[in-house]
């Protein structure tokens, strides 16, 4: 009974501590692994069998001589024990009398930089190991500015391998003044910098004998009483709704996380970005009714009035309500094969929202070494820039540095549906306060009924030489004989005047295909049948233009031609020059052409003349 008593206990201890998430970074080598195998092994979470695998692997595969090699409790991929590095971030849970945590050991080397701020994206410290032989190393730099930038204000700097150093006083002061110095440069002022050795065990649990001139705590110790991060309980009350709980008529509830601050029974609420207000009825917790909601609580609130609040809003103190915008800068973090590219249409996530976003203007990118602001026209896999951000609706949020949950997002590639970047909101762009939409009465149906038709848009899309061109030109001749109003957009003709300033890279023929598409939507508003007649190799810029044009106003039709084809009449002599060199980034040679999936017509231009085609192009469009 007793035994049954002291269990009940010790798990009603465990579950009212607190937790403690942090990360461990680093240059190569710097023992970030070792450090996190030797705190699972000295604060006893290793079970036997975990023990004798160890033990095994390191005769096996160790490389401190038979002895234990604690690194490999974490450098679980094959890859890893092979090199001897981290590529993959490597989560653990360990815990003491005091506190709970929750590390994440993330990749030293500079490829792997999305691993490291997928791992720092949560945390509330980080760990940063300097090997004491080397000092500060680029990767050092690199990552204490990564840190800073995601908002992780208290830093432990583990100078680690003193044994190596005969454990001298004067190296360990020497590496702390060098990391100070830098960090004031990145706004890190948090900073607690331990001597250690992680493979002895110096500085580890307890002080160590060998450096008695180091009176600060441990390292274990320091994590222990590391203040939680308050900031957010005080600031103002915000809620991501995550789901709207309706079990039965009688019941109506959003449900969600509390990102910040506090709210009571009774206090009045916004929902953003609607505006819509009410009073909280009711708030509903783990264990049932409570007053209060606090942050970091998973609760669900209900109202007095029944309004309209949908998974993504966001529940706000009337109050002290956020800003709400649709244009932003912000710093992103590149983590796609693929570069971005400003203009090229992709889908944000902030909260439980997920909507439309394009980078309208790249300002520039950030050499993480040296701090230094580059120039730049994309962002390639594992840099860092500044841009700002146009969205397709607006959302409430705050700044990163203020509220992480409501100023950070990631960034989904539309196609793939991959995550391909991470990016901190800072501010909502002053122009995008400033430009409104004026109320108009003529509207586009009105045009389109002035003229007698219904307003379409023919997206003509295929390689150099297919037949594009003629093809949208007959289709054009056969509407206007027809009586109806329409217009052409070519290629070659747009880049005379409106696109003359854009060369032939991807990030040009991006912003080419934006600009024609933009220009689409308003022929379509003013009533028009508007032929467009583009390569348009990319499908996420075709599917930014039927976007823009709405449901069943837009027809992609495929003109397709094989590459053989479609060289062998080269009207241009553009793929000759393509071959020879002369010119680069040219669909179907050098740069690639993406059929479209599932085209409204596909026009086979190797079994179908280009009057015929033209001839079943409008007989489609007089049927729909």
Same mark, same amino acid.
């Given at each position: !009974?007793?035994?049954?008593?002291?269990?009940?206990?010790?798990?009603?201890?465990?579950?009212?501590?607190?937790?403690?998430?942090?990360?461990?970074?680093?240059?190569?080598?710097?023992?970030?692994?070792?450090?996190?195998?030797?705190?699972?092994?000295?604060?006893?979470?290793?079970?036997?069998?975990?023990?004798?695998?160890?033990?095994?692997?390191?005769?096996?595969?160790?490389?401190?001589?038979?002895?234990?090699?604690?690194?490999?409790?974490?450098?679980?991929?094959?890859?890893?024990?092979?090199?001897?590095?981290?590529?993959?971030?490597?989560?653990?849970?360990?815990?003491?009398? %005091?506190?709970?945590?929750?590390?994440?050991?993330?990749?030293?080397?500079? @490829?792997?930089?999305?691993?490291?701020?997928?791992?720092?994206?949560?945390?509330?410290?980080?760990?940063?190991?300097?090997?004491?032989?080397?000092?500060?190393?680029?990767?050092?730099?690199?990552?204490?500015?990564?840190?800073?930038?995601?908002?992780?204000?208290?830093?432990?700097?583990?100078?680690?391998?003193?044994?190596?150093?005969?454990?001298?006083?004067?190296?360990?002061?020497?590496?702390?003044?060098?990391?100070?110095?830098?960090?004031?440069?990145?706004?890190?002022?948090?900073?607690?910098?331990?001597?250690?050795?992680?493979?002895?065990?110096?500085?580890?649990?307890?002080?160590?004998?060998?450096?008695?001139?180091?009176?600060?705590?441990?390292?274990?110790?320091?994590?222990?009483? &590391?203040?939680?991060?308050?900031?957010?309980?005080?600031?103002?009350?915000?809620?991501?709704?995550?789901?709207?709980? $309706?079990?039965?008529?009688?019941?109506?509830?959003?449900?969600?996380?509390?990102?910040?601050?506090?709210?009571?029974?009774?206090?009045?609420?916004?929902?953003?970005?609607?505006?819509?207000?009410?009073?909280?009825?009711?708030?509903?917790? !783990?264990?049932?009714?409570?007053?209060?909601?606090?942050?970091? @609580?998973? +609760?669900?609130?209900?109202?007095?009035?029944?309004?309209?609040?949908?998974?993504?809003?966001?529940?706000?103190?009337?109050?002290?309500?956020?800003?709400? &915008?649709?244009?932003?800068?912000?710093?992103?973090?590149? !983590?796609?094969?693929?570069?971005?590219?400003?203009?090229?249409?992709?889908?944000? %996530?902030?909260?439980?929202?997920?909507?439309?976003?394009?980078? &309208?203007?790249?300002?520039?990118?950030?050499?993480?070494?040296?701090?230094?602001?580059?120039?730049?026209?994309?962002?390639?896999?594992?840099?860092?820039?500044?841009?700002?951000?146009?969205?397709?609706?607006?959302?409430?949020?705050?700044?990163?540095?203020?509220?992480?949950?409501?100023?950070?997002?990631?960034?989904?590639?539309?196609?793939?549906?991959?995550?391909?970047?991470?990016?901190?909101?800072?501010?909502?762009? $002053?122009?995008?306060?400033?430009?409104?939409?004026?109320?108009?009465?003529?509207?586009?149906?009105?045009?389109?009924?002035?003229?007698?038709?219904? &307003?379409?848009?023919?997206?003509?899309?295929?390689?150099?030489?297919?037949?594009?061109?003629?093809?949208?030109?007959?289709?054009?001749?056969?509407?206007?004989?027809?009586?109806?109003?329409?217009?052409?957009?070519?290629?070659?003709?747009?880049?005379?005047?409106?696109?003359?300033?854009?060369?032939?890279?991807?990030?040009?023929? +991006?912003?080419?295909?934006?600009?024609?598409?933009?220009?689409?939507?308003? !022929?379509?508003?003013?009533?028009?049948?508007?032929?467009?007649?583009?390569?348009?190799?990319?499908?996420?810029?075709?599917?930014?233009?039927?976007?823009?044009?709405?449901?069943?106003?837009?027809?992609?039709?495929?003109?397709?031609?094989?590459?053989?084809?479609?060289?062998?009449?080269?009207? %241009?002599?553009?793929?000759? %020059?393509?071959?020879?060199?002369?010119?680069?980034?040219?669909?179907?040679?050098?740069?690639?052409?993406?059929?479209?999936?599932?085209?409204?017509?596909?026009?086979?231009?190797?079994?179908?003349?280009?009057?015929?085609?033209?001839?079943?192009?409008?007989?489609?469009?007089?049927?729909?």
């Amino acid at each position: !009974m007793n035994a049954r008593i002291e269990l009940d206990q010790y798990l009603e201890q465990q579950q009212h501590k607190d937790l403690l998430r942090f990360i461990t970074c680093g240059s190569v080598d710097d023992g970030k692994s070792t450090l996190i195998g030797r705190l699972l092994y000295e604060t006893k979470v290793l079970f036997e069998d975990q023990l004798g695998q160890l033990e095994a692997d390191s005769k096996k595969l160790g490389t401190q001589g038979g002895e234990l090699d604690f690194a490999l409790l974490v450098d679980g991929l094959a890859a890893e024990r092979e090199q001897g590095i981290t590529i993959d971030v490597a989560y653990r849970f360990f815990a003491t009398d %005091k506190r709970k945590f929750i590390v994440a050991d993330t990749p030293g080397h500079e @490829q792997y930089t999305r691993n490291m701020v997928t791992g720092a994206s949560t945390a509330d410290l980080a760990v940063i190991l300097i090997d004491a032989r080397q000092g500060l190393l680029p990767q050092t730099r690199r990552h204490s500015y990564l840190v800073s930038l995601l908002g992780i204000r208290q830093v432990l700097v583990a100078v680690n391998k003193m044994d190596l150093m005969d454990y001298s006083e004067e190296v360990f002061n020497r590496i702390e003044a060098d990391y100070r110095a830098f960090a004031a440069q990145v706004g890190l002022t948090d900073i607690q910098c331990i001597p250690m050795s992680a493979l002895k065990g110096d500085n580890l649990l307890e002080g160590s004998a060998n450096m008695p001139w180091y009176q600060g705590p441990s390292l274990l110790r320091h994590l222990e009483n &590391a203040p939680l991060e308050a900031v957010r309980s005080g600031a103002a009350f915000r809620l991501p709704v995550q789901w709207v709980n $309706r079990p039965n008529l009688d019941f109506r509830g959003f449900a969600g996380n509390v990102a910040a601050g506090t709210i009571r029974v009774g206090e009045r609420i916004r929902v953003l970005p609607s505006g819509q207000q009410s009073r909280v009825a009711g708030i509903l917790g !783990m264990a049932g009714a409570q007053e209060e909601a606090i942050c970091g @609580q998973a +609760v669900t609130l209900t109202l007095e009035d029944e309004i309209d609040i949908s998974r993504g809003d966001l529940i706000v103190r009337a109050d002290a309500p956020p800003a709400v &915008a649709d244009q932003f800068e912000a710093t992103l973090v590149w !983590m796609g094969e693929e570069p971005l590219l400003p203009g090229r249409p992709y889908l944000m %996530k902030i909260g439980c929202r997920t909507l439309g976003m394009s980078c &309208a203007t790249l300002k520039h990118k950030v050499n993480v070494n040296n701090l230094e602001q580059l120039a730049a026209r994309t962002l390639e896999l594992n840099e860092i820039g500044v841009c700002n951000l146009s969205l397709d609706q607006a959302i409430a949020f705050d700044p990163y540095g203020e509220n992480r949950d409501t100023g950070g997002f990631i960034i989904i590639d539309r196609l793939s549906n991959q995550t391909i970047g991470a990016g901190m909101l800072h501010f909502a762009l $002053r122009r995008a306060q400033n430009v409104h939409w004026q109320a108009i009465d003529v509207n586009g149906a009105s045009r389109a009924t002035l003229k007698g038709q219904t &307003a379409r848009i023919l997206w003509f899309t295929g390689l150099s030489g297919a037949g594009k061109s003629t093809i949208a030109n007959l289709v054009e001749r056969k509407l206007h004989a027809l009586g109806r109003h329409t217009y052409l957009l070519d290629g070659d003709n747009v880049r005379h005047g409106l696109n003359r300033d854009l060369g032939f890279s991807e990030a040009d023929r +991006v912003e080419n295909i934006r600009r024609v598409a933009e220009v689409a939507r308003l !022929m379509l508003d003013a009533g028009l049948i508007t032929l467009v007649s583009f390569i348009s190799p990319f499908r996420a810029e075709r599917e930014l233009a039927r976007s823009l044009a709405g449901d069943g106003a837009f027809l992609e039709i495929f003109i397709d031609a094989s590459l053989e084809l479609a060289e062998s009449r080269d009207p %241009k002599g553009l793929y000759q %020059k393509a071959r020879r060199g002369e010119l680069k980034h040219f669909t179907g040679i050098d740069s690639p052409y993406e059929p479209p999936v599932a085209p409204d017509l596909h026009i086979d231009t190797a079994r179908e003349s280009a009057e015929a085609a033209a001839e079943r192009i409008v007989e489609h469009l007089l049927a729909l």
